[in-house]
């Protein structure tokens, strides 16, 4: 097969294949929805923490081992497994207000790991990403004054002096 043709069948033969995984990596957008009673003018995300559940599992002897009389066993003993689910904790949603676009600073997100670091609430590198490390810091942070979300709101984006006032 000459070097052309098996670069076209390649290109063909994975046009057709489904890719595996496909990491995207996403930065936050606001809901455009709002909680009710929110003011005019104000963003808003809904971060939804989904149920909670435990699994069990229980085994039940469904037909005892047949043992020849020779000893050896003819059939294996046969068991069925219950699978028990159980909800642990319910679907929680937090209303988190969050600031507006074009309200945060140039860079906003280096300064949030700068700021976050300073007060001991972050220890990784400063990258400018809004990687999983920064949002468990923001959780931590915000847990102080009693908002348990790792989506930026717009007291604390005050509170670390990012928001354009």
Avoid at 20 to 44: F, H, M, Y
Avoid at 51 to 75: C, M, N, P, Y
Avoid at 99 to 125: E, I, N, W
Wanted: hydrophobic residues 40%; aromatic residues 8%.
């Amino acid at each position: 097969m000459n070097s052309r043709f098996s670069l076209l069948l390649a290109l063909g033969l994975s046009a057709c294949s489904t890719p595996d995984v496909v990491k995207v990596e996403t930065t936050e957008v606001p809901s455009r929805a709002a909680p009710p009673g929110a003011a005019p003018g104000t963003c808003w995300h809904e971060d939804i923490t989904p149920a909670q559940f435990s699994e069990t599992r229980e085994k039940f002897l469904v037909r005892e081992a047949s043992i020849s009389t020779d000893g050896k066993t003819r059939f294996p003993a046969k068991y069925r497994i219950e699978v028990t689910r159980t909800q642990t904790a319910p679907e929680s949603r937090l209303w988190v207000e969050v600031p507006c676009d074009g309200t945060l600073l140039y860079g906003h997100v280096a300064a949030l790991q700068r700021a976050l670091k300073a007060r001991g609430f972050y220890d990784g590198p400063i990258t400018e990403r809004l990687d999983a490390q920064t949002r468990h810091a923001i959780r931590r942070f915000q847990l102080t004054f009693a908002i348990d979300s790792e989506t930026l709101s717009l007291e604390t984006a005050k509170r670390l002096g990012l928001v354009r006032l």
